[in-house]
């Protein structure tokens, strides 16, 4: 069974999801850490009562970006991940650990992308009066919030949205999409070529396109 390592900041919903799939029996990975960067990460607690591993590294501790991400790096690979998750991991990763996991890191973004990178992007979905929005997995790579995409999910945008409407529409369909990419990819079905992902044995859509959710 593959090892996933996942990382968070906060409340930790994506990594709830992941467990809760895992413990359904539709996730066939062992969650062998969770690690955060703040120590009031709410997502820590849920993970120790899960009865995984936690450990908390406080990048404020660190004198710079470098030295952080050097000192992930090796908290990391003490759990010798098949894959490192980013769920609501707020950083912004160096290349050199961008490097290191090449092929092997996945990232949640809350938009289809390349549409809105970085933050608030519910509130620049709404602002830009786009009628289609939703959330995307993607391997990473040095630029933030870009990489193959593995898959996403589309939701309408509604007349009377709210950014807290839109949101937990949105935060639906990833607690529904994130844990299937990690399942494609612990089954080895994902396939790398360029910036484009195929999904092994997928009989439907290619990987990108697959969940146009609407609802
Ligand atoms: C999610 O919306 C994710 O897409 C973004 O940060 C949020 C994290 O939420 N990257 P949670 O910590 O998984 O609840």
Known sequence: MKNIVIL???RGSNMEAMIAARDAGQLPVNIAAVIANRPDAKGLETAAAAGI???CLDHKAFAGREAFDTALAACIDEFAPDLVVLAGFMRILTPDFVRHYEGRLLNI???LLPAFPGLHTHQRALDEGVRVHGCT????TAELDHGPVVIQAAVPVLDDDTEDSLSARILK????IYPQAVRWFAEGRLQLDGMKVRVQGEQAEPA???SPVLG
């Open 8 to 10: 968070i900041s906060g």
């Open 53 to 55: 591993a936690t450990r």
């Open 109 to 111: 973004h809350p938009s």
């Open 137 to 140: 997995v993607h391997f990473v």
């Open 173 to 176: 369909q990833e607690h529904r």
């Open 208 to 210: 990108a396109l697959i």
